[in-house]
Structure formats: structure tokens, C-alpha cells
């Protein structure tokens, strides 16, 4: 008869293997509000990458040269696969991504907010890639060191594309700062546009966070939302002197003392809207990706079908695929 371990037990046991930096796996024994914020995170962020398609998918048709096209299409491509990887890894806590899919387009899960804005011209690509992938790397670089398992492994992959996608925005915004006068005040108008959006994707203040604690204390986040904000301002602000951009906070300066920038306060009710609902382009995402999903249903009807198919052939011959054949034969096929 198998043994019962008790629940303090198993309990002591997570809590060891997180303490000691190791990683839970799926079929180990966690508690019920680990996986359920596992679950949280992890479809949230699926779901970023693959609503993220949306601004810059956008400008596909209208790249200016075969070079930024091909560019732009890999990235996509990217963004399409890390949505994949983290579904899976989301599947291991015992999900199913159809339910997630529909959660997001019913309004029931969030993604982030920096995919609620507009993209107004070809720099808000190279923006994208230089402040929104360079924050998604603050952010997740950590999170290779996630205890969750099949999370933390997911994260190195897309950890490294993400380096490749920050690069290659910040090298479309230098040519861009090499051009004429009116690419340079296209690109100041993207940053101008783009750098409080991107201060509010690692999320409220730590004061009015309600999961960091918890998420800290289980080692899926490694550092507060604060923390990770100002380590991108710090490494940003180096990088926009370079570009030869300014930055739109009338309050940023070097802070001798701590050796880092200290900055202004995002527009936290801005931040509030757009998770409810009420960004620029909220209504226009989910739509987009609802018309999506239902255009697809004839792939995932084909995949279903195919797949019965296969597992009736693996099952062996059966009494009418055997009368399939002998019509075949009688038909002289
Ligand atoms: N937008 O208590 P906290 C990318 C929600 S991928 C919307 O601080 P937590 C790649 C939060 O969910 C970008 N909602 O929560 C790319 C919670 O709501 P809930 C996505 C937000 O989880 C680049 C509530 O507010 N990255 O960019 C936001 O401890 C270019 C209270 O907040 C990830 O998802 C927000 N900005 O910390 C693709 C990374 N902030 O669920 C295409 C993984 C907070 O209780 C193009 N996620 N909320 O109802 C995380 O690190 C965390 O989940 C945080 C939030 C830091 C986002």
C-alpha cells in the first residue's frame, strides 16, 4: 500500500528546496497558492508576448527596406514562440491553454500594459525593441532564476532573443539619429511617447504591490518592482545620452550618495486604467486577437483530426479502416 507522507512534511520539503535554491518540478508536491500564482504569472506573461505581436505586427507591411522587414518578422516570430514556451510551461501546473486563450479574451486575465499604446511611426519599432525589450530583459533575466522548474528554463531561451530584439531597435534608432532632422525629432516624439509606459511594466510601487512579498519570499520573483524600475533607469539613461535623446522627466538626476539616477514618480491612475481596461488600445488588442483565435479553429479542428487519426493507425488496423481498404482495393486505388 503506498504511504501517506503527511502535509507538514511535504510542506517542509518545498520550503527546503526553495531555500536551498534548488527547483520544484511539476510533479513535486507544492501548495495550492504557489500554483496559483505560478499560473497568474506565467499566463500573464504568454499572453504579453503574443498580444506584443500587435503593435509591431503593425508595421510589418510598411518596413522601409527588405532588411527592417526581415528583422521585424524574425522578432514577431520570436515573440509568437516565447507565447508557445510559456503556455507550455503554464500547462505543467496542470492548465490547459485553450482556457487560458480564453480567459485573456474574455477579459478574465491580464497582459501587460505596454501593449495598450499606439504605434505612430517606424521609430516606435526601434523604441520598442530599445525600451520595452531592454525593460522585458530587467525583468526577466531574474526569472532564469525562478524556482519553478519549466518557468525558469523557458526564460533562458527567450532571455537570449530578447537581448538580440533590444539591439536591434537600439541600432534602427541610431541610424535613425543619423538621418535627416526629421528622423531625429521622430525618434525624440517615440521616446517622449514610450518612456513612462515603459517605467509602469514592472508594475505598481512596492507599496502598493500585493504579490511581491509572497512571490519573494517563494523565489519566483527575485526583485521588488521598484528594484528592477530603477535598475532600468539606471542602465537606460547612459544609453539615451549616447543616442543623443532626452529623456521626458524634468526630474532625473544622478544621485552621488546612492550612485544610481533617481527619477520621477510614473502616472500610477495612467497605469490603473490601462490594467482595467482603459488604455488607448485595449478594446482594439483583445479584439484582434478574439478575430485571431476564431479564424484559427479550422487549424485546431485539422490538428485534432489528424492527431485521432495517427492514434487510430498506432492502435493497430481496425474493422473499418479495414473496410476502408478493401473498398480502395475494389476500387482499384
Ligand atoms: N501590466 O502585485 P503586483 C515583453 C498587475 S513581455 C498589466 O506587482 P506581480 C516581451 C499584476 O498582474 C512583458 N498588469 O503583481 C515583449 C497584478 O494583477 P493580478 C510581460 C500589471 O505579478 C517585448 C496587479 O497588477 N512581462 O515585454 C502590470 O507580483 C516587446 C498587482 O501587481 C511579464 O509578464 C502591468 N505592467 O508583478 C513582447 C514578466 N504590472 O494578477 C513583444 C513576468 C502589474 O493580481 C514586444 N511578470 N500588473 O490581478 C512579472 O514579472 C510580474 O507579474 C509583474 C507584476 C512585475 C509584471
Not at 114 to 123: E, G, R, S
Not at 220 to 224: D, G, L, M
Given at each position: 500500500m503506498a504511504e501517506t507522507v503527511p502535509a507538514q512534511t511535504l510542506e517542509d520539503r518545498f520550503e527546503a528546496v526553495v531555500a536551498a535554491e534548488q527547483r520544484i518540478e511539476p510533479r513535486d508536491w507544492m501548495p495550492d497558492a504557489y500554483r496559483a500564482t505560478l499560473i497568474r504569472q506565467i499566463a500573464q506573461h504568454a499572453h504579453s508576448e503574443i498580444i506584443g505581436m500587435q503593435p509591431e505586427g503593425n508595421w510589418l507591411t510598411r518596413a522601409p527596406s527588405l532588411r527592417r522587414k526581415a528583422i521585424l518578422l524574425a522578432k514577431a516570430q520570436d515573440e509568437a514562440g516565447h507565447g508557445l514556451y510559456l503556455y507550455a510551461a503554464a500547462e505543467t501546473?496542470?492548465?490547459?491553454r485553450a482556457e487560458l486563450t480564453e480567459k485573456l479574451i474574455s477579459g478574465r486575465q491580464k497582459y501587460s500594459s505596454?501593449?495598450?499604446?499606439?504605434?505612430?511611426?517606424?521609430?516606435d519599432v526601434g523604441v520598442i525593441g530599445w525600451l520595452v525589450d531592454g525593460a522585458a530583459i530587467c525583468n526577466q533575466v531574474p526569472l532564469c532564476?525562478?524556482?519553478?522548474g519549466p518557468y525558469a528554463r523557458a526564460m533562458v531561451r527567450i532571455c537570449k532573443e530578447e537581448s538580440f530584439h533590444q539591439r536591434q531597435g537600439y541600432e534602427l534608432l541610431m541610424t535613425l539619429m543619423r538621418g535627416t532632422e526629421a528622423q531625429r525629432r521622430m525618434v525624440q516624439d517615440a521616446v517622449d511617447r514610450w518612456w513612462w509606459p515603459s517605467l509602469m511594466?514592472?508594475?505598481?510601487s512596492d507599496a502598493d504591490s500585493p504579490n511581491t512579498a509572497r512571490s519573494m519570499a517563494w523565489r519566483?520573483?527575485?526583485?521588488?518592482n521598484d528594484e528592477l524600475r530603477r535598475r532600468f533607469v539606471d542602465m537606460t539613461v547612459p544609453q539615451a545620452e549616447h543616442l543623443g535623446v532626452t529623456l521626458p522627466?524634468?526630474?532625473?538626476?544622478?544621485n552621488e550618495e546612492r550612485g544610481g539616477w533617481d527619477f520621477g514618480e510614473p502616472d500610477w491612475s495612467e497605469l490603473t486604467r490601462v490594467i482595467h481596461g482603459?488604455?488607448?488600445c485595449n478594446a482594439q488588442r483583445v479584439e484582434r486577437r478574439r478575430t485571431a483565435h476564431e479564424d484559427g479553429a479550422w487549424v485546431r479542428e485539422a490538428a485534432v483530426a489528424y492527431a485521432a487519426k495517427r492514434a487510430a493507425e498506432a492502435a493497430g488496423p481496425t474493422e473499418a479502416s479495414e473496410a476502408t481498404n478493401v473498398t480502395e482495393q475494389e476500387n482499384g486505388k
Open positions: 501546473l496542470g492548465v490547459d505596454i501593449f495598450n499604446y499606439p504605434t505612430l511611426t517606424f521609430a532564476r525562478c524556482s519553478y511594466m514592472f508594475g505598481p519566483i520573483k527575485r526583485h521588488s522627466d524634468p526630474e532625473l538626476r544622478w482603459q488604455g488607448p
